[in-house]
T-cell receptor
């Protein structure tokens, strides 16, 4: 079973609709992240959370919100989707950096299309 | 302004030869660097990393070299195999100093094609 799962894997929606992307992990990590990938732009950080009570904005948080429902669950919402939010969205998790590793583990991604 | 740059969007290499993927960075606070590999329809997977206290790290066919004075790192794959065909992302983070310092900054990626 995958350690980091994302639902849905694909979604097509219309401008103005509210969309929620969900992420679950079984790695027991406290830290979770949401990224978007656009062609030619690499991965950009939207939001991150270091524990259930800690939420932080990333590089491109405008138009997005998140909810950390539990240690294992971190959801990303688009309150009113717009076409330039069409992208590939990745959730990731990581351990405490004091553990010696900076590695982030990624989910399989959600392809979102906003018409 | 891009802090992590992968200036080659794509690279083609013959099977069995060496693949060299390059990455430059501008933030002198970065002290830990990672390479991720991404296949289509999958999330990025961690490949290899290097701390700024080292100038080389090896893992099987993969070696990462770090030149701190030039703010440059490279990933060498020897020998290259068709299964190595993927997009490779370079990522960096500053030294750990509290909240936010664990953020990774990614380059735009280089698509490697290994030709049989």
């Amino acid at each position: 079973d995958a350690d980091v799962t994302q639902t849905p894997r694909n979604r097509i929606t219309k401008t103005g609709k509210r969309i929620m992307l969900e992420c679950s992990q079984t790695k027991g990590h406290d830290r979770m992240y949401w990224y978007r990938q656009d062609p030619g732009l690499g991965l950009r950080l939207i939001y991150y959370s270091f524990d259930v009570k800690d939420i932080n904005k990333g590089e491109i948080s405008d138009g997005y919100s998140v909810s950390r429902q539990a240690q294992a669950k971190f959801s990303l919402s688009l309150e009113s989707a717009i076409p330039n939010q069409t992208a590939l969205y990745f959730c990731a998790t990581s351990d405490e950096p004091s553990s010696g590793s900076s590695e982030q583990f990624f989910g399989p991604g959600t392809r979102l299309t906003v018409l | 302004d891009q802090q992590v740059k992968q200036n080659s969007p794509s690279l083609s290499v013959q099977e069995g030869r060496i693949s060299i993927l390059n990455c430059d960075y501008t933030n002198s606070m970065f002290d830990y660097f990672l390479w991720y590999k991404k296949y289509p329809a999958e999330g990025p997977t961690f490949l290899i990393s290097i701390s700024s206290i080292k100038d080389k790290n090896e893992d099987g066919r993969f070696t990462v070299f770090l030149n701190k004075s030039a703010k440059h790192l490279s990933l060498h794959i020897v020998p290259s195999q068709p299964g190595d065909s993927a997009v490779y992302f370079c990522a960096a983070r500053p030294s750990y100093s509290g909240a936010g310092s664990y953020q990774l900054t990614f380059g735009k990626g280089t698509k490697l094609s290994v030709i049989p």
